[in-house]
Every structure is written in structure tokens, then in C-alpha cells.
């Protein structure tokens, strides 16, 4: 399998230290694939300090905002809508970050993993078919949790809220050198090489 190449980012996005920053990006789905809901639902069990930022629209955005208010968190989620450059607009407009978060039911490869991983930002993501499993190196660059399970995806979240990532931006960084322009060119040639000689 040869996936999509992510090209190294030579800027940062730091991590605050007064409060747990969590961001998407994304398509709103309230369920479905990518299963707001469930992070919303995760969401309403913290406790402490926390907010998150939605960097992304879709059908589901007024259903997603309206139950956030339902379940008494509108006032700790801030709604950007679609951004032509997300990274550019998070580095600009929230400037630091604790972990990125997805509750998707499945995916392909999902790229924004990659490429928040690329400026050295931690990630949670449930463990579902296929992509997150092949990206997320368990307390190196993130945390896998099991589709669907809020509980554990509320522990992950309140662990971060404590500032409990062992790893550095820059291993974070590193632990996906194999997904990097320069090595997936690379791989993909040798591939192409193995394949001509059989």
C-alpha cells in the first residue's frame, strides 16, 4: 500500500498552557461518517477548562450547532465555517492548540491527520476503518480510541486537559516521516521498480 504524501512543515502550532484547545477540520456530519455527535457527546462530560474550534461546513452544521446548545457546551465551541487555507486560518486566528479530534465512523486516509501531525499538533481520532490505525502511533503522535465510545474518548480528552503528552512537537512531527513528500516518492518508485522486474 503506497499512501498520500504530506509535505513537511517547517512552522509549529504551539500548545497553550492555560487551557486544553481542541480543533476539527472538516465536513459536518452530525452522524454518519464523520459522527459529530459522538464528539459532542464527548465534549458535555469534561470538566475544566477547554474550548474547541470547528474549522469546516456542511448539511449538518445548524443540527450540530443546535444540539451543542442542547447539551449546554454552545458557549465553549466556536464555528469557522469552510477556510480556503485551514492551516494558514488556525496558525492566524487560534494560534495554539492541545490535539487535533475526529469521531468518524470510517475513512479513506484522512489527510488532516497528516497534515495537522505535520505541524507537530497531537491527535485523537477513533480507531476506525481505515486510515487512523495507519497513522496514529498511540501516545507517540496521538491516541486511538474505539468508534463509538464516548467514555474513552472523554478519558483521552481529560488527559490532555492536564498537559499529560509525553511526546515533543518535533517527535510528533518525525513519527510520520514515512508519509513525507521526499519518502513517499521514494517508496513509490521502488514499488513501480519491483513491479517491472517481476
Same mark, same amino acid.
Given at each position: 500500500?503506497? @499512501?498520500?504524501?504530506? !509535505?513537511? $512543515? ?6 497553550? !498552557? ?12 452530525? %452522524? ?10 464527548? +465534549? *458535555? ?5 477547554? %474550548?474547541?474550534? @470547528? &474549522?469546516?461546513? /456542511? ?9 451543542? $446548545?442542547?447539551? /449546554? ?10 477556510? %480556503? ?11 495554539? #492548540? ?9 475513512? /479513506? ?10 505541524? /507537530?499538533?497531537?491527535? #485523537? ?14 501516545? #507517540? ?8 465510545? !464516548?467514555?474513552?474518548?472523554?478519558? !483521552?480528552? *481529560?488527559?490532555? $486537559?492536564?498537559? %499529560? ?10 513519527? &510520520? ?10 517508496? +513509490? ?10
Amino acid at each position: 500500500v503506497i @499512501f498520500n504524501p504530506v !509535505t513537511p $512543515q517547517s512552522i509549529v502550532i504551539p500548545r497553550p !498552557t492555560d487551557k486544553a484547545v481542541f480543533i476539527y477540520v472538516g465536513r459536518l456530519k452530525f %452522524e454518519g461518517q464523520k459522527r459529530i455527535k459522538d464528539m459532542l457527546d464527548a +465534549f *458535555s462530560g469534561l470538566k475544566g477548562e477547554w %474550548e474547541c474550534h @470547528f &474549522i469546516g461546513d /456542511g448539511s449538518d452544521t445548524e443540527v450540530c450547532q443546535a444540539y451543542a $446548545q442542547q447539551r /449546554g457546551i454552545a458557549d465553549r465551541l466556536h464555528w469557522h465555517g469552510w477556510q %480556503e487555507k485551514p492551516w494558514e486560518y488556525v496558525q492566524t486566528e487560534i494560534k495554539q #492548540v492541545s490535539a487535533f479530534v475526529m469521531s468518524s465512523a470510517f475513512e /479513506g486516509l484522512p489527510m488532516t491527520l497528516l497534515e495537522a501531525m505535520s505541524y /507537530g499538533i497531537y491527535c #485523537v481520532s477513533s480507531d476506525c476503518p481505515s486510515g487512523p490505525g495507519d497513522i496514529i502511533k498511540n501516545g #507517540v503522535n496521538g491516541q486511538l480510541y474505539p468508534p463509538g465510545d !464516548t467514555h474513552h474518548f472523554v478519558k !483521552t480528552l *481529560s488527559q490532555l $486537559q492536564t498537559n %499529560e503528552i509525553n511526546s515533543s512537537i518535533e517527535e510528533i512531527k518525525n513519527s &510520520i516521516s514515512e508519509f513525507y513528500d521526499k519518502n513517499y516518492y521514494a517508496k +513509490f518508485i521502488n514499488a513501480i521498480a519491483i513491479e517491472k522486474n517481476r
